[in-house]
C-alpha cells in the first residue's frame, strides 16, 4: 500500500546533491556565493543582505492591524504551548552522598529560516522564534528570502512578525544557502555561525539541513508539506476537499492524501476536489499537487487497517474524520500532529491552535519530533558525589576498570584514598 503512494524520493535525492553544493559554496565564498544564489534563484541584486533596523521598523508600522493583532494573539498561544516543553530540572539522589542533577541548558544561539517564495510565511517567524525564547536561547538570527517585487527586502509581513518579537539579526537570504550561512556564519556581512538552525522549507531547505548536520543542530527536515486524512462513511466530503487543497496550495510538491474505508466517499471527494480546485486562487499548483504521484485517495477494509496504513506512512499532519475521534486519537502514533475531528483542521494548527506547524516530513514522524522548546535545549547532568558516596561505589568502579582493561580509570580512583 505505501509502494502505490510513493514520496517523491528521486526529487529529495536531486536536491540533497544541489544543497549541498550550495551549502559547500557558502562556506568557502561567503557573501559572494550569497549574492549570486539571490540574483539566480530570487532575482534579486543589490540588496542589503544584513537587513537595516529601519526596515524591520517600517514594516511593523506598515503592517495591516488586523494582521498584527492576529500575530499577537498567535504569539501569545504558541507562547503558551510551548512553556509546556520546558522540562523541570530534578535532582536524584542515588545514595547518601550521591546525587545527579538533571537540567535542560538552552543552546546560546539559534538561528531559523524562514520561507518566503510561494508564501510569504509570517506565521513560521512565530512558530521558530517563540519556542527559541521561551527555551531561553539569547541571541536569534533569522534568514529570510529577499522578495524582487520589495526591491530586495524581505516581505514585510515577516519583518513585521519579527518586529513584533524582538528580533533585530535579521538577513535577506534564501533557500540552501541561508541554511549554510546560519551553520558556518559570514563575517563579512556580522553572521555568526549559530548552534541550531530551525525552520520549514522546500525539498532544497530540508536537504541543506542534513549536509550540515553534525555542524549544527537541527530541527526536524521539514519539506514539502504532507496532509493525511483519514474518514469514515459519516465524514463531510466537502470539508476533506477543502483541508487536502488547503495543504496542497503550499507548493506542486505537497501530497495530500485520504484513506478511507467507505466506498462511497471516494466519489464524492472526487467530485468536491473538482470544483473547490477549480475556483481557488492558486488553482494550477493545487492541481499539479493533487495530480502528482504523492497524493491519492487510499481505499482500505477498515478503521485498523487505517490505522496501520497511516502510522506506517507517518504523515506530517494527519486529520481524523471519524465517528468518535478522541477515543481512536490514541491508535495513530506516528504523525507530526494530530487533528482529531472535523472541526480541528490543520489549518488551525498552522496558525492559531498553539501548537507548532514545522513537523517532520517523508515519514520521519516515524522517530522525529516537531520543532519546539526542546529543539532548543539540551539535557545535561551534573553529577555530585562526596567522599563517603565515593568509597561506597569504590571497589566497583575499580573492578569494572580492570575488566575493561583500563587501568588508569581504577587508579584514578583509589588516588582519592591514598596519601
Known sequence: MLAAVPRAAQARAEALETAARIVEDVRERGEAALREQAEKFDRVSGHAVRVPAEHIEEAL???EPAVRAALEEAIARVRQGSAAQVPAAQTTT???GAQILQRWQPVSRAGVYIPGGKAPLASSVVMNV???QVAGVQQIALASPP????DGRIHPTILAAAGLLGVTEVYAIGGAGAIGALAWGVPAIGLDPVDVVSGPGN??????????AGVVGTDSEAGATEILIVADADADPRLIAADLISQAEHDEQASAVLVT??????????????????STRH???VGVALDGPQSAIVLVDDLSMATAFSNAY??????????????????????GAVFVGDQTPVSLGDYMAGSNHVLPTGGQARYAPGLGAYTFLRPQQVISYDREALAAVRDGVVALANAEVLPAHGEAIEARFTA
Open 283 to 285: 488553482s494550477v499548483r
Open 261 to 278: 474505508y467507505a466506498p462511497e466517499l471516494v466519489a464524492a471527494v472526487d467530485a468536491e476536489l473538482e470544483r473547490q480546485a477549480a
Open 130 to 132: 517563540v519556542p527559541a
Open 314 to 335: 507517518a504523515p506530517e499532519h494527519l486529520e481524523l474524520h471519524v465517528a468518535d475521534a478522541a477515543s481512536v486519537a490514541s491508535l495513530f502514533t506516528s504523525a
Open 147 to 150: 522578495q524582487a517585487d520589495y
Open 61 to 63: 508600522a506598515c503592517v
Open 203 to 212: 525539498n532544497y531547505v530540508a536537504s541543506a539541513k542534513r549536509a550540515v
Open 94 to 96: 542515588i545514595g547518601p
